[in-house]
């Protein structure tokens, strides 16, 4: 597993060379950030003691952290408990080096002694770790909370005086990393575009300079706010302009991968992209894990987390835009011929920056999407024929995260639009699949929009081929007259029927030649038949069946419905039908099919033009897995806060709200008609409204509501501000005033206008004509039901290796590319940058956060189940962790 991160971090010097690009709101490079620096105040700097001026300490750059030797160093290791108990967890700390771990968070607070401190360090220096030293305190004085007040003292007296005599030793100088608080913050924000961090950054702004100015050039460690979950306050340029108020250039941003922003696989990648993208350093300097603190905590996955944090390659493009029609496509040839017959499903992921989503102000005042860049994947069969699968335009994707493509093929050769044929094809083989590609269109955008982009896990799921087809291109393959009147023919790639009499039947026999001894008649199958009417049978009421003879004598007759009213009149029309024979006709007869054949009724026997059918079809509709899941898209159950929900504006901001005891207060006054609305909707990634939701929740009204005409009712508006109130006002017939309700809504129809692309601006629920008082809210979840193909890819291309990044080749280009217009524009970027963690916790959890410990012994490797997956697990500390050179 260690060849993965060594392969990625040769990379990560080639990376930094490559083309970069994108913007945020707050800006781009360097000479975009405001470089002000707040005085650290008057002091004497004369009465204190100062590290070595050329002491050689750890670095970073835009996305990594060196070591002394200037190599790149990748943190493994644990958080120690060490303020709880020093006398007993200095021993911890020669066992968490012999756990694998090249780094220590060692957690201090005011109780901790400089000698106590003095202790570890040179413990630490001897086990030759890094000390990634952070600040904490009892209950919510620092983490958790947005008072600064604690926070400014313990830097004037803890770090700067009680610890200095530590901090500036020469021997400690390359092992220290400076976290100068545990997850202190402006709380429950959660939202990029938010104005409500300005006060968290001026006041980092002030301790970095103040710990500049008393002569430290190591790293110092920024957690994120809110618990040190929030990591969307180093976004839009803040955490530069806080790099840019360091006169060492030496930050790293912590996070704490806890908590509904981090609890899937999507989250997790969505915060390592948008970090990414700041061009700043970051690393997890805490997560817990799965199962910890029950579902209401939003668990994570830790072996997820620690997965991701090795890294993962995408392929990129820069491309030289000169026209709004430029086009530039890649293809990749596939190392066997593949049949992608049956409905096989291309795919990959994209990431669209926010330039290319050209977000625009319409006279309403609303940002309106209106990007133009369009995405396509396509084949190519081993003729060179080539066949679009689909295409998608930069209107329909969510930028500056990564977004799905996913396109199913068509089934058989008859299903094919001649509009996906490119490039001259008249026709395309799905059975003898040679190349796969994807082509990138400027489709009408500016040419001054330029930025990356990337693509990730390009794969293509089986099709299932069907049993039987015929498709008479030739012949009439067997089918002919199996009583009525009727003429059978075939012509121009098609079987022809025409009508004599008032019905007929059309059947396949079993004989010499014949296929249908190979269909298994002993499952239920689907038959597609694709049927041209001609409008001259228009006002006819028909009515067919199909039916089949089984057993060596015949003597067992099947037959199941066939939805003739579904012909349309002047059009081809495909129409599917199941047939269960299996039900009804005996084990002993059903594997001797004598004939299977379609009949219909209704003609006059005067009809001039012949019915024509282009292909007919069997399959086993149940040969692909599939399963379907009830995805958790979002839930608040206010632990930790208000979870983003404020008061909306409605009502001049009279109701107020709050947290206690796990629930959201909303404290409304007499008469009060307003909303409250969760402000950071936008920022969640996961929520998608394509397949409808269900929306569920807990709401309690006071017991002295009881007999008002107050109303609720709950809301939602789209990335254009268009409001949806999916529930209808509920009164107090829908409440139990003084107890807790359970609500539920399931919302499958949406208004026309309403966009269920774009990420929504708004959530929350509205009120009127309510008495003074408080509603409580708690356990809001947002449910998505889907099925998913549970299929195993055939093609599988994650780009982890140079071959496969070299395996996509230039095809064609139009416009004002060519291909030595783009022969630099393709090169590798980072989806996730590798990242360093420090898990929690090695020892010294109580109550129900003992399933933290990752040892159940302070000085022995004596691994919990959980610490096993951490440390000898895929890509665990074992795997990756590599010693720091001091």
Same mark, same amino acid.
């Given at each position: ?38 005085? !650290? ?5 004369? !009465? ?308 290319? !989503? ?205 939805? !003739? ?322």
């Amino acid at each position: 597993m260690k060849l993965k991160l060594c392969y990625l971090a040769i990379l990560s010097s080639t990376l930094l060379l490559q083309a970069c690009g994108g913007g945020g709101l707050a800006g781009g490079d360097g000479k975009d950030i405001d470089t002000i620096r707040p005085e !650290a105040g008057v002091e004497d700097e004369s !009465a204190r003691p100062r590290p070595p001026e050329n002491a050689v300490v750890i670095t970073t750059d835009q996305h990594f952290i060196y070591d002394a030797a200037k190599q790149p160093v990748f943190l493994r290791g644990m958080n120690h408990l060490y303020a709880a108990n020093p006398t007993a967890r200095i021993n911890g700390i020669a066992a968490i080096k012999t756990a694998g771990s090249n780094v220590i968070r060692l957690q201090l607070d005011e109780t901790t002694t400089d000698t106590q401190f003095e202790g570890a360090m040179s413990k630490i220096v001897e086990n030759g770790m890094v000390a990634l030293v952070t600040l904490t305190a009892e209950g919510n004085k620092l983490t958790c909370t947005e008072d600064g007040s604690y926070l400014l003292t313990a830097v004037d007296d803890l770090w700067l005086k009680k610890f200095l005599p530590i901090l500036v030793q020469d021997r400690f100088q390359p092992h220290l990393m400076v976290n100068i608080a545990n997850g202190w913050g402006v709380m429950d924000v959660f939202n990029q575009d938010s104005l409500g961090y300005q006060e968290y950054i001026d006041t980092y702004k002030a301790l970095i300079r103040k710990f500049r100015t008393a002569g430290f050039k190591f790293p110092l460690v920024i957690d994120a706010p809110s618990c040190g979950q929030d990591f969307n306050a180093f976004l839009n340029g803040r955490s530069r302009e806080l790099m840019a108020a360091d006169s060492a250039k030496n930050l790293v941003f912590g996070v704490h991968a806890d908590g509904p922003k981090w609890d899937t696989s999507n989250e997790i990648i969505n915060a390592a992209t948008q970090l990414y993208n700041e061009k700043v350093p970051f690393i997890v300097t805490e997560f817990s894990g799965s199962g910890f603190g029950g579902a209401d905590e939003a668990p994570i996955d830790h072996q997820d987390l620690i997965v991701k944090s090795a890294g993962d390659v995408a392929l990129a493009f820069d491309f030289p835009w000169v026209s709004t029609s430029d086009t530039a496509a890649y293809v990749m040839t596939l190392d066997e011929v593949l049949d992608l017959r049956g409905g096989a499903v291309l795919s990959t992921n994209v990431f669209l920056d926010k330039l290319y !989503a050209e977000f625009e102000l319409n006279s309403s005042g609303q940002f309106v999407q209106k990007g133009k860049l369009s995405f396509a994947l396509y084949l190519k069969d081993v003729n060179g024929n080539g066949l679009v699968t689909g295409s998608t335009s930069a209107l329909d994707l969510r930028s500056n995260q990564w977004s799905k493509l996913s396109y199913d093929l068509p089934k058989s050769a008859g299903d094919i639009d001649p509009a996906q044929l490119m490039e001259g094809a008249t026709s395309f083989d799905l059975t003898a699949v040679k190349q796969v590609g994807i082509q990138v269109m400027a489709n009408g955008k500016a040419v001054s929009l330029k930025a990356p982009i990337k693509f990730d896990e390009l794969s293509i799921l089986p099709g299932v081929p069907p049993l039987y087809v015929a498709s008479f291109d030739s012949s009439a393959e067997g089918w002919g007259k199996a009583f009525g009147s009727v003429d059978v023919a075939q012509a121009n790639g098609a079987l022809t029927l025409q009508p004599t009499g008032g019905d007929f039947a059309i059947q396949l026999p079993a004989g010499s030649g014949s296929s249908l001894s190979t269909i298994p008649f002993n499952k239920t199958l689907e038959v597609t038949y694709r049927i041209y009417l001609p409008q001259e049978y228009a006002g006819k009421n028909f009515w067919a069946k199909i039916f089949g003879q089984f057993g060596a004598g015949w003597e067992v007759w099947a037959e199941t419905s066939f939805n !003739a009213s579904a012909l349309v009149p002047g059009q081809w029309t495909e129409i599917k039908t199941l047939v269960p024979f299996n039900e009804t006709v005996s084990a002993a007869h059903i594997n001797t099919a004598q004939t299977f054949g379609l009949q219909i009724g209704g003609f006059s026997g005067t009809e001039v033009e012949p019915i024509l059918v282009d292909s007919i079809s069997i399959s086993d509709p149940n040969a692909r897995p599939t399963k379907t899941i009830t995805a958790l898209q979002y839930k608040a159950s206010f632990t930790k806060g208000t979870e983003g929900f404020v008061n909306a504006g409605w009502d001049g901001g009279k109701a107020v709200t709050t947290m206690d005891n796990g629930e959201l207060l909303v404290a409304v006054p007499d008469g009060d008609g307003g909303a409250i609305n969760k402000a950071d909707i936008n920022s969640i990634a996961e929520i998608d409204f394509k397949g409808g939701v269900t929306i569920k929740m807990k709401i309690f009204v006071p017991a002295d509501w009881a007999g008002d005409d107050f109303w609720l009712k709950f809301f939602m508006q789209d990335g254009n501000w268009s409001h949806f109130e999916y529930t209808p006002a509920l009164t107090v017939d829908s409440f139990s005033p003084g107890e807790w309700k359970e609500l539920e809504f399931k919302v499958t129809e949406f208004p026309a206008n309403f966009s269920r692309t774009l990420k929504p601006q708004m959530f929350g629920m509205q009120y009127g004509n309510v008495p003074a008082g408080t509603i409580k809210i708690d356990d809001i979840e947002i449910y998505g039901d889907i099925q998913i193909d549970d299929s195993q890819p055939i093609l599988s291309v994650d780009f982890s290796t140079q071959e496969q990044l070299d395996a996509f080749q230039f095809d064609f280009a139009g416009g004002g590319f060519s291909e030595s217009a783009v022969a630099t524009a393709k090169y590798a970027d980072w989806r996730v940058v590798p990242f360093g963690w420090t898990a929690s916790s090695w020892k010294g959890h109580s109550g129900d956060a003992a399933v933290l410990d990752i040892s159940n012994d302070e000085d022995l490797v004596n691994l919990t189940e959980r610490g096993e997956e951490i440390v000898n697990g895929p890509l665990g500390i074992m795997d990756t962790s590599q010693p720091a050179n001091f």
